[in-house]
């Protein structure tokens, strides 16, 4: 018997219209858990190499993790797994919400999708039953629509996951959104559902999850349920969420303002978690989590969309916007169109520097300076539909700097051209390296160092126990998605990692300790690094570094005016860290000895060749 | 008489009492299992619905069972099992749609507040569910 999981892989290939299952392959648990780590593996084992993102090779992973869907704190999610359209590397973005526990209930682990559909489709999934179903009707429309319609069509308990326009549009940072506010954001899993012509993915289960110990489970996670309810920080968490770290981020200089130029805003008290709070209107959680932050905020005028930092910062400060209603309203935007609002926030503010610097001369109807928040709403709606400067954006910022050309690649924040998400790191030396060493591009979700960098380690210094510091939360953040939980219990309310392990066996039966799950991390860290090496030409430690603005730009304002990290420190840091991870200093890439101790002989004998061939070239 | 109340403005939507119900009553892990059910207010995005037996005074499910399978036991409201011939009128007749269905279970799913000791309510995070 098999606990935790569903036993049940479907493919769908949309070109041809059909629809398979088969049983999990059993020897991915012990090394990959779950969730992203199954869908790693499988990205690495099915997509054919080189394959274009936005072609009908590429294949899009939904993986459920051995958590997802038990009664566990936050135990909500569901990873997306495929190569970006936007990086042209491993991704994945995970979603919350209740469409994850209602995909594990519905019987499955993983669904992988290829190919495209002749016409507009939404996939229908009940219990056992998958269908291909016609949404011509659905074709256009913003998300908001589509679930309601999609719900009034197949009832209330349907779980409803779609695209927007900017996902039909194929623009490179689109999103997938359920439940009007949780969304799969990063990475452009929306342009790739968008080009496979899947508008929606509607899904309803009521299977049981089997446990190996369900006495067990009740008991730990009571324990830990009631751990984070007594927090001394709940009432707080619940009240803010993480736009706490709003007012936080602008005392201690981390608030991404005007595309990054600034680490400071004037306008941050008009912004923060207290400004949130008071437009705040209900308290709403993801599924099986007792610390809700959803955040659902409504302005003076009756909008309504969910807000946390990321929102916040990118579509605020970063875009020189200082009112939460307005903030609101583009947030409310971007989640109908289905856009991601961290790029999306990226894009604009980028947008709004080169017009300030007079880089868009081509747009003349194009007036764009940073706090107008007609003009980012319009762009924004450009964007999604790809008309005039939208069109360009919509590739994202890498894509549009080196077209727009000259100095503006020098302020494109990105990392393997994903978009920064919501943290100026360059007086952060430690997570201005999560930043650039994150195995999707850009995003802070896989390393958040600021606290301990302000706190113990130092913001400016280099030393081992740093870059320790950021392998181990590396590591750790993805034993969340391997797992299919969300990690808020544990970076918000301190629940010790500890409990994943003892919930993980009450769940499986798998006696791991938590050195094992995370050595689970470790493989799926070099696993994902190798994807990239495999599928870009020249991929290496080139691509590792931050922008040019935090390595060579002073800050231009505030307490710490005159400071940056510098290229010397970061490249120290860098050394550190892959020789930490068991990779090459050098080429940046995880050598065959790490490898094969990992148990990735096959990875091995596709970056190095098979190895008796080395031996013998050697003789 | 003892019920449980609900505040469903202090509902959060996390389905932690579906979950919990469903392990107590059929030590599985399934929330489409439970007696409670928790719906959110589509189209809007906020706000829930909490579907739970309130232990009528008038009993409408029990006055529709064909077998009378329904009696108040110490205040509850209780199905009978072994009498019971899953028609299922109870559910059609509840106006509070609170009586459920599942396929495997085969009889109607109601909340007999767990002998005394509900487990939902004090696992409620915001204090939606109480005892009165």
């Known amino acids: ?619 | 008489m003892t019920r449980i109340a609900v505040d469903e403005s202090k509902c959060v939507g996390c389905h932690i009492c579906e979950l919990i119900c469903s392990i107590y009553h059929f030590k599985v892990n399934n929330p489409k299992k439970a007696s409670i059910k928790v719906l959110s207010k589509y189209p809007s995005s906020i706000g829930y619905e909490i579907h739970v037996c309130r232990q009528c005074e008038e009993m409408f499910c029990a006055a529709v069972c064909p077998v009378n399978a329904i009696k108040r036991v110490n205040g509850v409201v209780i199905i009978d099992h072994e009498v019971c011939t899953s028609c299922y009128a109870c559910a059609q007749a509840c106006p509070y749609n609170a009586i459920f269905i599942h396929k495997e279970v085969g009889k109607p799913i109601k909340c007999d507040l767990c002998s005394g000791n509900p487990q939902c309510v004090p696992r409620c995070p915001l204090g939606a569910l109480k005892i009165a």
């Not at chain 1, 990118?314 to 856009?339: A, P, Q």
């Not at chain 1, 080429?587 to 008796?612: D, F, H, Q």
């Open chain 1, 1 to 619: 018997m098999l606990y935790g999981y569903m036993d049940k892989v479907a493919r769908i290939d949309l070109s041809k219209g059909r629809v398979t299952a088969e049983p999990l392959r059993k020897e991915l648990i012990k090394p990959f858990i779950g969730g992203r780590g199954f869908g790693a593996k499988a990205l690495w084992d099915e997509l054919p190499k080189k394959a274009e993102p936005l072609s009908p090779e590429n294949i899009v992973i939904l993986a459920a993790g051995p958590l997802t869907g038990v009664y566990a704190p936050a135990a909500c999610k569901l990873s997306l797994v495929s190569k970006s359209p936007i990086t042209y590397g491993y991704a994945d973005s995970s979603v919350g919400g209740n469409f994850a526990a209602a995909f594990k209930r519905a019987g499955y682990d993983m669904v992988i999708i290829k190919g495209v559909s002749s016409k507009p489709t939404y996939i229908y999934i009940d219990n056992d039953i998958i269908e291909l179903r016609d949404a011509e009707h659905l074709w256009g429309k913003p998300v908001s629509q589509v679930e309601e319609e999609l719900r009034k069509e197949l009832g209330r308990e349907f779980q409803i996951l779609s695209i927007g326009p900017a996902g039909e549009n194929l623009v490179k940072f689109a999103s997938l959104v359920t439940e009007l506010g949780r969304a799969s954001g990063r990475t452009g899993m929306g342009a790739l559902m968008g080009f496979k012509k899947v508008k929606a993915i509607a899904i309803y289960g009521d299977k049981d999850i089997p446990i190996y110990d369900i006495e067990e489970l009740v008991r730990i996670s009571d324990e830990a349920y009631s751990y984070i309810r007594n927090h001394d920080d709940f009432e707080w968490w619940i009240k803010q969420g993480t736009v706490r770290t709003i007012d936080w981020c602008q005392k201690l200089g981390f608030l991404p303002t005007r595309n990054m130029r600034e680490a400071y805003f004037e306008k941050a008290a008009d912004i923060d978690g207290a400004s949130m709070a008071a437009k705040k209107v209900a308290f709403k959680s993801c599924f099986a989590c007792n610390m809700p932050c959803c955040n659902p905020c409504m302005s003076s005028d009756g909008v309504l969309s969910e807000l946390d930092h990321e929102n916040v910062a990118m579509l605020g400060s970063n875009c020189g916007i200082g009112s939460m209603d307005e903030i609101i309203k583009l947030n409310k935007l971007c989640d109908d169109l289905g856009l991601d609002t961290i790029s999306t926030g990226n894009v604009v503010a980028f947008a709004m520097e080169c017009y300030e610097r007079g880089l868009l001369n081509n747009y003349p109807d194009v007036k764009l300076s940073f706090g107008d928040f007609n003009a980012a709403a319009e762009l924004i709606k450009d964007i999604a539909y790809r008309r005039g400067l939208g069109a360009l954006l919509a590739d994202g910022v890498a894509e549009a700097s080196k077209k727009i050309g000259g100095e503006a690649e020098a302020f494109a924040m990105h990392v393997k051209r994903l978009e920064i998400s919501a943290y100026e790191s360059r007086t952060a030396l430690g997570q201005a390296l999560a930043y650039g060493t994150c195995d999707v591009g850009a995003h802070h979700n896989r390393c958040w160092m600021i606290l301990e960098e302000v706190t113990e380690l130092g913001r400016f210094n280099v030393s081992l126990e740093k870059a320790k510091h950021v392998v181990f939360l590396q590591n750790a953040r993805a034993l969340f998605d391997l797992l299919g939980a969300c990690r808020f219990t544990w970076v918000e309310l301190k629940l010790p990692l500890s409990y994943y392990a003892k919930i993980f066996k009450a769940v499986t039966s798998i006696d791991y300790k938590l050195e094992d799950l995370l050595l689970a991390s470790e493989r799926v860290w070099s696993l994902t690094r190798a994807f990239w090496a495999r599928e870009i030409e020249g991929f290496g430690r080139s691509y590792d570094y931050v922008p040019k603005r935090w390595l060579e730009e002073p800050l231009p304002s505030g307490e710490l005016a005159g400071k940056h990290i510098t290229r010397e420190d970061y490249d120290k840091l860098l050394d550190m860290w892959y020789q930490l991870r068991g990779w090459d200093v050098k080429t940046g890439l995880p050598t065959r000895e790490r490898l094969e101790e990992l148990g990735l002989r096959e990875v091995a004998e596709e970056l190095y060749g098979r190895a008796e061939v080395t031996t013998k070239a050697k003789l």
